[in-house]
């Protein structure tokens, strides 16, 4: 089966052997992959949207998957019981509708191991909450597909103390910063740069005071960024 290169590495982080959750699954690709490469037994798809849920629905019957792939309809973690799979993945969806999808259900939500979430831009809201509710990101993997850059941000939900991140981790990643020397995060960050530099040239441009305050934030992030990116890696 043809899957993208995003889709294989997000499955690359599922526990393998064990009973995944695939919520906004939409095209059920992803849960199709899972159990063909007998990385899970059962995978439970969890679609809020109509449309997709039947594009789900009749994939997986023209696969003749409908005994190991279950195909739920219904809003974020809502269509899981407690502690019924091990690894829930949210791909696709932005930022802060997968913070509210964990929060929306949050005492469930510590039912199960790890997640595995590809988020759209921006990242900073959903890694302050992961960071609020102490959860570690233990791993993250920029894909590049198509010019496109994504963000891979694997969370396990136990609570380690103290655990915070610093303004330059929240934007792009603890770990993407820490393994800098990846060539895909060198790339990534190498972008994330020059985006910068063009939004300080145009914060350099407005005499507001809100301007000048948010200038000197991201001189001072974007000097940080790039003494990493000197260094290779940290
Ligand atoms: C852009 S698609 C991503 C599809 C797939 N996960 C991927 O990464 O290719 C997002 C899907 O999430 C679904 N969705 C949005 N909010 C949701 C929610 N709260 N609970 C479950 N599904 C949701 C949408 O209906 C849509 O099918």
Same mark, same amino acid.
């Given at each position: ?40 037994? &059962? ?17 997986? &019957? ?29 791909? %696709?969806?932005? %930022? ?22 590809? /988020? ?25 597909? &198509? ?25 792009? %990643? /603890? ?46 992030? &974007? ?12």
């Amino acid at each position: 089966m043809n899957v993208s290169r995003r889709l294989t590495r997000i499955a690359a982080h599922v526990v393998s052997g064990q009973i995944a959750a695939d919520i906004g699954a939409d095209h059920a690709l992803l849960s199709v992959f899972l159990v063909r490469n007998g990385i899970c037994p &059962k995978v439970i798809i969890g679609e809020l949207n109509e449309g997709p849920w039947r594009r789900a629905q009749a994939y997986v &019957k023209k696969e003749g998957l409908h005994n190991v792939i279950d195909v739920r309809r219904g809003d974020g973690l809502q269509v899981l019981a407690p502690g019924e799979v091990t690894t829930v993945v949210i791909a %696709g969806l932005g %930022g802060k509708v997968i913070a509210d999808i964990i929060m929306g259900s949050l005492t469930k939500a510590y039912s199960y191991a790890r997640y595995v979430l590809q /988020p759209q831009p921006p990242l900073y809201p959903l890694r302050k909450v992961l960071t609020d509710l102490g959860w570690e990101i233990v791993e993250e993997e920029i894909v590049e597909e &198509k010019e496109n850059f994504y963000t891979i941000v694997v969370t396990e939900p136990r609570q380690k103390p103290a655990y915070r991140l610093s303004e330059l981790e929240l934007e792009f %990643g /603890p770990v993407v910063l820490r393994k800098a020397e990846r060539p895909e995060n060198q790339e990534f960050l190498r972008r994330e740069l020059r985006r910068w530099e063009r939004m300080v040239e145009s914060l350099r441009a407005s005499q507001s005071s809100e301007a000048r305050a948010r200038l000197s934030h991201y001189l001072l992030l &974007k000097r940080e960024l790039e003494e990493i990116l000197d260094a290779g890696y940290r």
